[in-house]
């Protein structure tokens, strides 16, 4: 018979057990400190929550101005008519939530940046709480928590306001402690799994409503917990419903907004062709894939000129979604006429979604050569990206034999929603900030799988005869 978790460590007496379990539950709120200095630094005092860019400072706008979800300038595509508003260029969840913080704090980049921060770190010191009353977590484990949360890339994409990264590191760390509670057969106290199999379809919905490269991360999730013969059926219900009540809001305002259904968002197809185009393969990763939309030329290291297309101002669009399946179409024209090139292009794509270390893009400009940071911080970035890509790989290489060999067949959801998180990426592109969540669901699903172990179930005859 297999065993029903991984062989379990003994980590030391209880007082050193309740410091690792304080270390580990102060974790996000100490990260709080470094991520303030970043703020400040990324938005200085008299910068606005509009000054931001990623276009949602449009839609948070509109929303406080009582418009509802819609962006009626600055739109990412020439426009044929000048009032023409768009609604689902951007999923929903971060607008509303800057909208809600924005309420709450002013309008002040920095106090909404803030804030933005502080309600990630509540929760994820909700979860990690949970956490450690259920397991306790070795040193080993305890390290590699405050090195992947700790690093410069997650301090600074974490605390970052405008674009999705800002939650998805959070989320993604929430996630894991979520799909341990459904992979592990050990749990100390067994209702746990029920209201965690709950969250874990809600924070993987809540992530594809932010960004739909999630998509295969929704659709996993839900697999798991509606496989799982522990949880009742009951349970799987309201996991159904906890997922499709969200879609179910994003797809009305959608055939609201254009009369037809879609449950993406309508940049997809401008994204499609950052991946797929003769320019955008000859550029990536070393500049920024946005530059085949408005410039007519790059200059690689090696000193070649690569012609780009400047799309963005060739054609005008009556909509947002004629805007993104114009896209889409050239998109797929350009694979069915480049199937080697394309398969080039992908592979430089899973290079890069697995295995670089360096910062991608290298240059945001198509010609000029400036980088981005300072060389000890770009050293210090390289040195964290190696020592996450090894945890990552430490998960698969423990993950591994614990299916084949010990018969823990549960352990493969490991793989698979990890595998789910990089898919996109490794077929249309990934830039290193898009990297991050992926590396601490990775890290924080080997910490919770194979370097903690199963606090002892209260025993039910005691309690009784203490009371």
């Not at 809001?249 to 185009?277: C, K, M, P, Q």
Request: aromatic share 10%; proline share 6%; with cysteine.
């Amino acid at each position: 018979m297999p065993s029903d978790g991984p062989p379990s460590p003994v980590w030391g007496d209880a007082s050193g057990a309740r410091i690792r379990a304080a270390l580990v539950l102060v974790m996000p709120l100490l990260a709080l400190i470094p991520k303030y200095w970043i703020i400040h630094s990324l938005y200085p005092p008299g910068v606005s929550l509009f000054d931001t860019g990623f276009g949602f400072a449009g839609y948070v706008r509109s929303l406080l101005a009582g418009n509802g979800l819609r962006m009626c300038s600055a739109l990412p595509f020439k426009a044929c008519s000048p009032d023409l508003c768009v609604y689902a260029t951007r999923m929903p969840v971060i607008p509303l939530l800057l909208a809600a913080l924005d309420r709450l704090t002013g309008s002040q980049a920095e106090s909404v940046a803030l804030a933005k921060s502080v309600a990630m770190a509540l929760l994820s010191t909700g979860f990690l709480a949970t956490l450690v009353r259920d397991f306790r977590i070795g040193w080993p484990g305890v390290v590699i928590l405050y090195f992947l949360y700790f690093g410069p890339q997650s301090l600074k994409h974490g605390a970052a306001l405008d674009y999705e990264e800002g939650i998805l590191i959070d989320l993604s760390l929430c996630l894991a402690i979520a799909a341990c509670y459904l992979i592990r057969r050990d749990i100390p106290v067994a209702a746990r799994r029920s209201s965690m199999a709950l969250a874990g379809v809600m924070l993987a919905a809540s992530m594809y409503l932010t960004k739909t490269t999630a998509l295969l991360t929704v659709i996993v999730m839900t697999t798991m917990v509606m496989t799982r013969p522990a949880l009742s059926r009951g349970v799987k219900v309201a996991a159904v419903a906890v997922i499709l009540l969200p879609m179910t809001f994003w797809g009305w305002h959608n055939w609201n907004t254009s009369g037809a259904i879609h449950l993406s968002s309508s940049w997809n197809g401008e994204n499609l062709v950052r991946g797929y185009d003769t320019g955008a393969a000859a550029i990536y990763p070393e500049i920024s894939l946005d530059r085949i939309f408005d410039s007519r030329q790059a200059r690689l290291d090696n000193g070649s000129l690569v012609p780009l297309g400047n799309y963005t101002g060739k054609q005008c669009f009556t909509d947002e979604w004629q805007w993104s399946s114009t896209y889409s179409l050239q998109a797929r024209r350009w694979l069915a006429d480049h199937p080697l090139d394309g398969l080039r292009f992908t592979g430089r794509k899973v290079w890069v979604t697995l295995l670089e270390i360096r910062h991608t893009p290298t240059y945001t400009s198509a010609t000029q050569k400036s980088g981005h940071y300072a060389s000890g911080l770009s050293l210090a970035m390289v040195a964290w990206m190696v020592g996450a890509r090894v945890i990552f790989f430490l998960l698969v290489g423990a993950a591994v034999p614990a299916i084949t060999k010990r018969g823990q067949t549960s352990y493969i959801w490991a793989l698979v929603i990890v595998l789910a998180a990089c898919a996109p990426y490794m077929l249309v592109f990934a830039y290193q900030r898009h990297l991050i969540p992926i590396l601490l669901l990775a890290g924080v699903l080997f910490v919770t799988l194979f370097l903690s172990s199963p606090r002892p179930a209260p025993n039910p005859l005691i309690m009784r005869t203490q009371t």
